[in-house]
C-alpha cells in the first residue's frame, strides 16, 4: 500500500556496511524505497544496463512485481530507468543486487531503495556570454568536468558573487541548454526539464497569433532586457504561454505574449 513508501535508509548491519561500495550523494527528493512481494511465475520488472540495476518494466498492472507497486502507489511511482543502489538494505554491484532477488523466497518481501534516473545524470557547464558560444563550446577546455545534479548546483553556487548573474550553458546527454538561473539547471535534471524557457532565433510562424496581437508585457531598447521579460512570462505558465521578442524601429525591442487555451508542445515560439 501507498503506507510503505518512504525516504529513510533502512539498516544494515555493521559487517555488510564495510563491505559496501560508497555512495554518491543525492538528494532525499532523487532517493525513494519500494517493497515488493515476490510471486510465483512474475518477474522483478528490472534488467542490468552496463554496470547498474535499472527498472525496465514499470507499467501499473499484473506484468511485473514493479508494475503491481505502481498500481498500488500512484504517488511514488518507480520509472524506467531509476537505479536500483540496494536490496534489503545491502548494497552490492548490479550481478549481485539481481543475485540477491533471485534467491527470496516467494512470498518475501523485497525492500529495495532506488535512485530517480535523472538523478544519476552527469552534465557539465560552460559561460554562455562568450564572443561565439558555438565556436567556444567546441573547446574542451571552458568546460568543467561531468558532475552529478548536485555537484553541478553546488559549483554553479560556489561562482564569485559578480558571476553569479551570468548565463551559462549545460551540456546533459550530449545536448546543450542555456540557462539564466541555477532553478533552470536545476530542472534540466528534473522530469520538468521541457519547461524550461528556451530562446529560439527565426521560428517562421509562430506563434499562431490570435485576434488582438498578443499582450505587450516589455518594451526595451535592450534586447537582454526584452529577452529576460519573455522567459519570465513563459515561466509563469509553461504550457500554455509562448512569447515572441521582435524590433521595431524607433522604439526598440518588444515582448508579446501569447496564451493558448490547449496545453502547446515545448520549443514553439521565439523566446
Known sequence: GADIA????????????????????????????VQLTKREGLKVGVHILGSQLVIQEAL???????????????????????????????????????????????????????????????????????????????????????????????????????????????QIGGKNHVCMTVEQVRMLFSMDRDLVPHRHLNAAGWPRQPQGGGEVVCQSYSEETALRAAEEAVRSDPRHVICVVVYNFPSGWQTKRFVDAQEMRRGMGIR
Open 60 to 170: 501499473p498492472g499484473q506484468g511485473s512485481l514493479v508494475g503491481v507497486w505502481n498500481a498500488a502507489n500512484p504517488e511514488m511511482q518507480a520509472r524506467p530507468g531509476d537505479v536500483v543502489v540496494a536490496v534489503n538494505g545491502v548494497q552490492g554491484d548490479s550481478r549481485d543486487l539481481e543475485l540477491r532477488m533471485r534467491s527470496e523466497a516467494v512470498g518475501a518481501v523485497m525492500e529495495l531503495r532506488l535512485w530517480r534516473a535523472e538523478a544519476m545524470a552527469k552534465g557539465r557547464w560552460m559561460y554562455a556570454d562568450t564572443w561565439n558560444r558555438a565556436i567556444a563550446s567546441l573547446d574542451p577546455m571552458r568546460w568543467n568536468e561531468p558532475l552529478t545534479k548536485d555537484e553541478l548546483l553546488r559549483d554553479l553556487a560556489a561562482r564569485p558573487t559578480e558571476d553569479t548573474g551570468r548565463p551559462v550553458v549545460v
Open 6 to 33: 518512504k525516504s529513510a535508509e533502512a539498516p544494515a548491519d555493521t559487517e555488510q556496511s564495510a563491505a559496501q561500495p560508497p555512495m554518491i550523494h543525492v538528494a532525499k527528493s532523487d532517493e525513494y524505497i
